[in-house]
């Protein structure tokens, strides 16, 4: 209790956002880090993964972290149990996807889908394979075929939580007008600038998704109070979490616009950084 007689909510989840938060080169994570998130799950606080990757790649950091943790993935339309089961996921449904699909057609522009295959078995993306691809794909896929699949999307399950391409700026404006125009209120639509390619790259969501409404599906699971959440991220795509944390904490090598959002600004990712979050949750804990 604090001077008031107001209850001080302990901290029981640390939900932490991977590139440029947690993860390091080569999925790794520093052993300091590793060490003080370890003694932190040991204790009385759920460690959880959420990130913008497909679960597949989420696995390499996990493994790197030394324990199993729950994960929210590809923003938050998939949510996985520390057994690699699922607990929630946010599909297309066929239609959408159909939809979504024509148009990126009609303006020459590939789609690549992504899916949760720990669950059904198989690729966890799949390219459209009716138009040629931009070396941005062929690159991807040749780099990661040993996961993927080409084929004509329109001809698939209705199984996909992720829709993305690459293009131009203008190219992708102009993709985001057209499926904000005939589908007005049906999905999330983000464009990223170029990160070691030519192109920008845009995600489609069903409307809605995000880390927060993830994380939400796994505090109702775990019957933990969204009070007692703390995140911690780098980017944009983290603000849904960070505006609605009770605790929030932004990296210090991320984007100087979460500022506002959050309690504090801890060291950068990559100079362990994160065991600042820890010390604060253990030093909150104590005091409740």
């Not at 703390?230 to 605790?247: F, I, P, Q, R």
Request: charged share 20%; with cysteine.
């Amino acid at each position: 209790m604090d001077g008031g007689n107001t209850q001080v909510i302990p901290i029981r989840m640390l939900a932490l956002d991977l590139d440029g938060t947690l993860a390091v080169e080569n999925h790794g994570v520093l052993p300091a880090t590793r060490q003080a998130l370890a003694d932190l799950h040991g204790g009385d606080v759920e460690v959880v993964i959420a990130t913008g990757r497909r679960y597949r790649t989420t696995r390499y950091v996990i493994e790197n972290l030394g324990f199993e943790v729950f994960a929210v993935c590809n923003g938050g339309a998939l949510v996985k149990m520390q057994d690699s089961t699922t607990l929630h996921e946010t599909p297309f449904t066929t239609t959408q996807l159909d939809n979504v699909v024509s148009i990126a057609r009609k303006l020459n522009l590939t789609l690549m889908a992504q899916r949760d295959a720990h669950d059904r078995g198989g690729a966890d993306f799949l390219i459209d394979d009716q138009l040629t691809w931009r070396p941005s794909f062929t690159e991807y896929y040749e780099s990661n075929k040993a996961w993927g699949l080409a084929a004509d999307m329109m001809m698939q399950p209705a199984e996909f939580v992720v829709a993305s391409t690459f293009g131009t700026q203008e190219q992708l404006e102009a993709l985001r007008a057209e499926i904000e125009h005939l589908c007005p209120v049906e999905f999330t639509i983000i464009i990223v600038p170029p990160f070691n390619t030519d192109d920008f790259y845009m995600e489609i969501t069903r409307n809605g998704v995000s880390k927060w409404q993830g994380l939400q599906h796994l505090l109702t699971h775990l019957e933990i109070p969204a009070e007692s959440l703390c995140c911690v991220g780098d980017e944009l795509n983290d603000l849904s979490m960070l505006k609605e944390a009770t605790h929030s904490v932004a990296m210090g090598n991320g984007n100087k616009a979460l500022h506002p959002y959050v309690n504090f600004v801890c060291g950068n990712h990559d100079q362990d950084g994160i065991i600042e979050v820890v010390e604060y949750i253990q030093h909150h804990n104590r005091n409740c």
